[in-house]
């Protein structure tokens, strides 16, 4: 069953997560204003925010589960991040942040499926850049390729747009969504920008740290965190 | 006519503010010039003065075959090496640590580490005698084993490292909390170990401080003498390093003195010249 499941809480000073979702959409839209909360829970699903309480499961595979003592190291996941501002490795040129989570990442294999990937996502000859070189749209193809070439379960976006021009953010929400119809990938898509929407089959609405609109969620309802115990 | 008086006479006012205030701008820069020029004095005199004395004597290349220069450059080398090593060994981990969690009491470890900096050398050397002395915290029972630190090499390294080892440290640790966390946070989903992350991901972005760092702790503990000369003693091939070989000869042998001087002021000089130039162009790929 390919479905991602998100019931978590977690205490900030001043500020309380309590959401949880299921979905089964291919992109998943998380919207709501800045601060609500929609990073933090990418970010747990990430393996990068440990939760106080509750559960997430990913096709039916438990990441997190606070009752059973489960915390799958990020390594182990298989999701792919990429965070607002890209996070390029900027020591790094093209060809190697794109390869950076492959095994034997100099291996005539290796280097086939990274020069395949930086081809597929349009920046063909610009393997030898260094990130700061490159304008926002292309960092942020790089850091799409470099977390798809190791094929996630699920690509996980934090403001993919954000940092872009509004003359050029239509254009790249048109490539990521025919990239997703191409590879076939699954994301989480935080965004507080409505235009986004349209990339997502479903989409939950953040507000103050909780969800208070969306398909599948339950907002408020009480259900078991752990199920299956 | 008379209605031009009261302008001209605005005019000549204006032109004479101006003026003042032209000679106070040429005042102001002259006073700066001499400042600067006083106080880049003060730092070059001595430098010269070294070599002014050393060059003409024409015995360089004697005095620098002499047993005393001889040891004291080999004793040198060897100490600030292994002190330099000690310190990237165990210095790394702990500065990786200060920049990556907040914990109670954080600020006490901190002016910890970092009081060495400031404290006196003598005080360093008291402070390491009443520890590891022959008499000492830890040196009493090491010495009931048969083990003496006390005025030997280890002595040397031990006081180097007291006093050198945290500028490494304060140095590597703000170099470690300029490293984006979420370089480390990508790094992991893309499955890569959190050791591995460190040296593919940390270590090559802070690398130009870490490096800037393990210089300025090297050159403090090729510079290092109070401590040393108070807890390992002065004696020629066991522990006199440079500083202390220039202090011995200074009464007997002037012409070593002068030569370890000028070694010492040219290896400083030419470790100081490069890291700017390196560190700064490094340091600004990233930014």
């Known amino acids: 069953m390919r479905m991602l499941d998100v019931a978590i809480t977690k205490r900030y000073p001043g ?42 499961a990913l096709d039916g595979d438990v990441l997190f589960d606070a009752e059973l003592g489960v915390d799958i190291p990020p390594q182990d996941r298989h999701v792919g991040y990429v965070p607002q501002n890209y996070a390029l490795f900027p020591h790094l040129d093209v060809s190697r942040n794109v390869g950076f989570g492959l095994r034997r990442a100099r291996s005539r294999e290796a280097r086939e499926r990274v020069s395949q990937m930086i081809a597929s996502v349009g920046l063909g000859g610009l393997e030898h850049r260094a990130p700061r070189q490159l304008s926002g749209g292309q960092q942020q193809r790089v850091a799409l390729a470099r977390a798809l070439v190791l094929q996630p379960r699920m690509l996980l976006l ?72 | 006519m008379p209605d031009l008086a009261p302008g001209r006479r605005a005019w000549i006012a204006v032109t004479e503010r101006r003026a003042a205030r032209h000679t106070r701008r040429r005042m102001g820069t002259a006073l700066l010039v001499a400042g600067a020029f006083v106080f880049t004095l003060v730092i070059a005199l001595p430098v010269l003065a070294i070599v002014a004395r050393a060059v003409p004597t024409g015995s360089l290349p004697q005095t620098l075959g002499r047993p005393i220069v001889l040891e004291a450059l080999r004793l040198s080398f060897l100490t600030t090496m ?15 640590l200060l920049s990556r969690y907040r914990f109670r009491g954080q600020a006490l470890v901190d002016s910890l580490i970092e009081l060495p900096m400031v404290l006196p050398p003598a005080v360093a050397g008291i402070g390491l005698l009443m520890a590891f002395g022959r008499r000492g915290l830890v040196g009493e029972p090491l ?6 630190v006390g005025f030997t090499t280890a002595a040397v390294v031990l006081a180097q490292f007291f006093v050198a080892a945290p500028f490494y440290v304060r140095s590597a640790r703000v170099a470690f909390a300029s490293v984006d966390r979420e370089l480390e946070v990508v790094s992991h989903t893309l499955g890569v170990s959190d050791w591995a992350t460190f040296w593919r991901v940390t270590v090559p972005i802070a690398f130009p401080s870490l490096l800037g760092g393990a210089v300025m702790c090297w050159a403090r503990a090729l510079g290092e003498f109070g401590a040393t000369i108070m807890f390992a003693g002065s004696f020629p091939g066991r522990t006199q390093t440079m500083p202390l070989a220039i202090y011995a000869a200074l009464e007997s042998d002037l012409d070593a003195a002068l030569v370890l001087s000028v070694i010492l002021t040219v290896v400083s000089f030419a470790v100081l010249v490069p890291l700017r130039l390196f560190v700064g162009r490094a340091g600004r790929a990233y930014a």
């Open chain 1, 15 to 56: 500020f309380t997560l309590d959401v949880r979702f299921t979905t089964h959409a291919a992109i998943t839209a998380l919207i709501g204003p800045s601060g609500s909360g929609k990073s933090q829970t990418v970010r747990a699903v990430a393996g990068a925010m440990r939760p106080d309480r509750g559960r997430i």
């Open chain 2, 82 to 96: 292994l002190t330099l090593a000690l310190a990237l060994l165990f210095g790394t981990p702990l500065a990786y």
């Open chain 1, 158 to 229: 934090d403001e993919p747009f954000a940092a872009l021009d509004a003359q050029i953010r239509g254009a790249l929400r048109q490539e990521l969504a025919d990239l997703q119809a191409r590879l076939g990938f699954r994301a989480l898509l935080v965004t507080h920008d409505p235009e986004d929407l349209v990339l997502a089959g479903e989409r939950f609405v953040y507000e103050s740290g909780q969800i208070m609109e969306g398909n599948g969620a339950s907002a408020g309802a009480s259900r078991p965190a752990a199920q299956g115990t």
């Open chain 2, 143 to 148: 010495a009931s084993v048969g083990i003496a």
